[in-house]
């Protein structure tokens, strides 16, 4: 592969974050800078500048920009989206609503259902059916389209989504629709469900396709005027965005599907953290990137983070399960927590401390940024208990002011409780560390594994600075940190190969299919693979795929995913695969049932062309320079109170080195904390390894 120098930008809620890989020099460089929310190219194009400058780069240079963005889930959120208008079969209108007729909450009294996005008054139905084989049993009524597209614009639509039933099986009639929007209405940016999720279930393949026509025009504005931005500045490579599942794709395509970026950012932090699993020689890891909005968990098995093929946008109750819109999207399976450095700290009616999950943001941000915050959050308690340095934040460009810290703590926090406002800052910290474990463990519980069989990878802003009490909390015995934690999700773009994952939904019993049409969607999804990754820039002699089928037992609600053997399928393959689904049921849930027909619902194909091959070699953040002890400052440990413990840089300590807690590691983006009980090292590739003493841990 032909050496490159690439750029990696992660925009989150707080801030924006940067790399750069010069694959010439085998040399990194990194950066962070506040998110300027009102429009985040702002700080994207800043951060670019900066980061060229440091490098001594030139625009020009360039080969790609890989970007990821929170842009498409806080439009959802806020419900800032597009005037949207949604055409279905007759009889359909209302799917929206009806849903799957279950309560997340049953004993809610009062339960709040997400509201639909695209309102009851904005639907319209138009006379077709197709049936659950594919077979026409009405016409479409292509005229009373027309007149339905008319009348949403006359109710000033900005945007149209057309959810067919039984189009995933035979999408004629929605492609009869998509040819006479092209044709009549061209400049109304229009949604097929068949073409965003062909997959069964009605609601959520309604549901998809109005979000991505709720967000589309959004993004396509947002990604037109960022990429001229770029060209504007002298930028000649290409400008791609990171997937929800993991790969890389186009802006042309983001464009078109904004809704397969929805999970763009935490997506990169899962792919950083299967590059360093490799590095680090982890197969087993449990991902921690605490950032300054919410903490992300995501579990490593065998060095590959696990996928998801549906995901919930907006929840009304934010990590409620069942709550928010179903989106038939693939995404790397992660959790995420209502917990960031700027979760704010506050008391409930029944004056307990609660933490989360609301945030500061960048703006105002916590009370020791100065820009504005009032209310105490995670960073600012962080601050009181000597984790972080008031005059080291962000490499020293951003001065903490721990003074207002303590008296918004003591008004807000401490008084009320009647705590002093050490005990508040250390109550903040640990709510915050036992609200992670618990999400966590009932997170691992859920897929049958054993938390003390991983090592924890601590990344993020805050990430390094919780790891330790939360690793602790989960009798975890090693943590894992990167050089560079504070800006590793933003590494994920750059070491994230190009791939996409693709579906149709067929439902047949094994001993039933029919094995021309099985191939044929299998050639047809094998053709857009490949053009959409040669579109993205990778070689088409190094592709390679991978197909798997959703299969369970006849009349089971519920699936599992099973690979699929490789070369064209015939009867002779469903054998193997009525074996290899058994095998994975037994896997599961140890135990089968023979005697009960399978059935297939939904083929998959996943694409992907080689990992680039990053070098780690962090020449650029000036390692070996300065002091390898920058002095000490008194830090506070659980059970042991404040502790004059050292405080070391970062960029001096080289492969080798050797340390005891109590520690504090400074680093531009990020701090690691160390206890008492903590041996500290750095193994060859600078990351910094945490070993605590396993009498200490519970075992």
């Known amino acids: 592969m032909d050496k490159r120098i690439r750029i990696g930008v992660d925009v989150g809620g707080t801030f924006t974050d940067f790399v750069l890989v010069d694959e010439h020099r085998d040399v990194i460089y990194t950066g962070k800078r506040l998110t300027t929310p009102q429009d985040p190219s702002l700080a994207i194009t800043a951060g670019i500048e900066r980061l060229l400058h440091e490098s001594g780069t030139s625009i020009e240079q360039l080969h790609s920009i890989v970007h990821g963005t929170t842009l498409v889930a806080n439009t959802v959120i806020e419900r800032k989206g597009a005037k949207v208008g949604l055409i279905t079969t007759a009889g359909f209108r209302d799917v929206l609503e009806m849903g799957k007729e279950i309560r997340y909450d049953l004993y809610d009294l009062f339960l709040q259902r997400p509201e639909a996005l695209a309102p009851r008054y904005l639907r319209r139905e138009v006379s077709e059916r197709v049936d659950a084989s594919g077979n026409v049993l009405s016409a479409f009524d292509a005229e009373g389209f027309r007149h339905a597209v008319r009348s949403l614009l006359d109710e000033g639509i900005e945007a149209i989504a057309v959810a067919f039933i039984h189009a995933y099986r035979n999408p004629a009639h929605e492609r009869a629709a998509k040819a006479i929007l092209a044709a009549e209405f061209p400049e109304l940016p229009a949604t097929l469900s068949s073409d965003v999720a062909p997959e069964i279930r009605e609601f959520e393949r309604t549901s998809t396709a109005v979000c991505n026509a709720y967000v589309q025009p959004l993004m396509s504005r947002y990604l037109a005027r960022l990429q001229a931005e770029l060209e504007r500045m002298g930028l000649k490579g290409s400008l791609y965005l990171m997937l929800s599942g993991g790969g890389i794709t186009t802006v042309r395509a983001a464009r078109e599907y904004p809704v397969r970026i929805i999970e763009s950012g935490p997506a990169a932090g899962a792919i950083a953290a299967s590059f360093y699993s490799g590095l680090a020689n982890a197969a087993h890891l449990v ?235 299998y050639a047809e999804m094998t053709q857009e693979a490949r053009r959409l990754l040669l579109e993205a820039g990778a070689d088409e002699a190094s592709i390679s795929m991978r197909r798997h089928a959703d299969m369970r037992y006849v009349g089971q609600g519920f699936e599992v995913d099973v690979p699929l053997a490789e070369g064209t399928l015939s009867a002779a393959s469903a054998q193997r695969m009525r074996d290899d689904f058994l095998a994975t049921y037994r896997q599961l849930f140890d135990r089968e049932i023979r005697e009960v027909p399978t059935e297939a619902l939904t083929w998959r194909l996943s694409a992907t062309a080689p990992v680039p091959n990053v070098v780690l070699n962090f020449a650029g953040q000036r390692i070996d320079s300065g002091h390898r002890r920058k002095g000490t400052r008194k830090v506070y440990f659980a059970g042991q109170g404040f502790v004059e413990s050292p405080v070391y840089n970062r960029y001096a300590l080289l492969p080798g080195t050797s340390l005891h807690g109590p520690a504090i590691v400074e680093e531009r983006e990020s701090t690691v904390v160390a206890g008492p009980d903590a041996r500290i090292s750095i193994d060859s590739h600078l990351n910094l390894i945490i070993d605590i003493e396993p009498s200490t841990t519970g075992h």
């Not at 983070?305 to 409620?320: D, L, N, Q």
């Not at 993020?460 to 602790?472: M, N």
């Open 287 to 521: 991902a921690f990137d605490m950032g300054g909005t919410t903490a992300k968990m995501c579990l490593i098995e065998n060095g590959r983070p696990e996928h998801a093929h549906e995901f919930e946008a907006g929840r009304v109750r934010r990590f409620r399960k069942g709550s928010g819109i179903p989106l038939k999207v693939p995404v790397i399976d992660l959790i995420e927590i209502g917990a960031g450095g700027g979760s704010l700290a506050w008391i409930d009616r029944m004056g307990l401390l609660k933490v989360g999950p609301e945030s500061a943001g960048s703006e105002p941000g916590p009370v020791c940024y100065g820009r504005g915050g009032t209310q105490p959050t995670v960073t600012d308690a962080d601050l009181l208990l000597g984790y972080l340095s008031p005059e080291f934040f962000l490499g020293g460009e951003m001065r903490l002011d721990p003074a207002a810290v303590e008296r918004a703590v003591e008004e807000k926090l401490a008084r009320p409780l009647g705590l002093s406002v050490v005990e508040a800052a250390a109550g903040i910290h640990s709510i915050v560390n036992e609200n992670m474990a618990a999400a966590t463990r009932m997170y691992i519980a859920e897929k049958g594994r054993d938390p003390r069989r991983y090592h924890m990878l601590a990344f993020g802003g805050a990430g390094p600075v919780h790891a330790y009490g939360l690793a602790k909390l989960l009798k975890l015995e090693r943590i894992i940190c990167p050089l560079g934690a504070g800006v590793m999700s933003a590494l994920g773009f750059l070491v994230a190969a190009p791939a996409i994952d693709l579906v149709r939904s067929y439902v047949t019993r094994l001993d039933d299919i029919d094995w021309n049409h099985l191939n044929d969607l």
